[in-house]
């Protein structure tokens, strides 16, 4: 029987693209929620799961970064997916006819350009795949999606325009999800990315001196994003990705500093670069 990896979205989402790409012999799993597909993962349902995190041109996906520390899983790689959106809609529909394209907040945030120069509005969906789908059931020639091109084979749409992201370089990063990755083996020739979230100590200048320990030893941190903790104004967390592996004594060094001024930290998991990073 088939591993599984699950992801958020209808068939036909850039996730669901990314699943094929990268893990050709596994059979993606639809879910309704992010929540449901870290849910599918823990609970034995699915063996990994491909979550976005953020896009090159509209920034992190909401609520990752919440869920990341609850859902007991680690990351085991991250998979980079170059984004090409299409313009779609019911057979026989014509460029010049469509009046809404329907799509994730995400993917329209990354066409804006060309669909304003369509004279199309952008109308919110829930993701690019149910986008299509919703066209499709619609049948209305004035409605269009903004979704893959895997999208409009599987929903029976005619692609209206081709490549409609705003630029070239649009690409999502994905984490690939699983129980229990195991951290790999240091090898000096081999770039790691090591992922962690943490939360400082409510004193001033915590989050300078707790940064110290990465500056001082010559630790690249390639990400810090920060997020407020159940609606509270002084309760900050912190999500950081740093070019390093935990067995390099400089990382080493690093964390022990950021513990000092640290009130909890969790480890996220320690990984390869991709390529499309190098």
């Given amino acids: 029987m088939k591993q599984k990896i699950a992801y958020q979205g209808e068939p036909g989402a850039y996730s669901n693209q990314a699943c094929i790409v990268n893990y050709p012999d596994m059979e993606p799993m639809p879910c309704h929620s992010f929540e449901e597909a ?60 469509v009046k809404r394209a329907h799509s994730h907040i995400m993917a329209l945030g990354q066409c804006r350009l060309s669909l304003h120069s369509f004279g199309i509005k952008a109308a919110h969906a829930q993701d690019t795949a149910g986008a299509a789908k919703m066209i499709a059931e619609l049948g209305n020639p004035e409605d269009a999606a903004v979704a893959s091109k895997l999208a409009a084979e599987i929903y029976g749409l005619d692609i209206l325009a081709e490549n409609i992201e705003d630029a ?70 912190f999500y950081a990705d740093v070019a390093a592996h935990p067995d390099e004594h400089a990382l080493e060094l690093a964390m022990e500093e950021l513990a000092f001024y640290s009130v909890k930290i969790k480890m996220l998991g320690t990984y390869e670069a991709d390529p499309f990073r190098i």
């Fill in 168 to 237: 070239s370089h649009n690409a999502t990063r994905f984490l690939v999800m699983s129980r229990d990755a195991p951290v790999p083996a240091y090898d000096e020739n081999t770039d790691f990315v090591t992922s962690f979230v943490f939360q400082v100590r409510n004193i001033p200048a915590a989050l300078y001196k707790a940064m110290g320990g990465f500056a001082t030893n010559g630790v690249n941190m390639t990400k810090l994003e920060s997020y407020q903790l159940g609606g509270s104004f002084t309760a900050t967390r």
């Fill in 38 to 97: 870290f849910s599918a993962v823990a609970d034995g349902y699915a063996d990994k799961a491909m979550i976005p995190v953020e896009n090159t041109l509209a920034g992190r996906v909401a609520d990752i970064h919440y869920l990341l520390p609850e859902s007991h899983l680690r990351i085991e790689a991250e998979k980079f997916l170059p984004i090409h959106h299409f313009l779609m809609g019911v057979p026989g529909a014509e460029l010049g006819s």
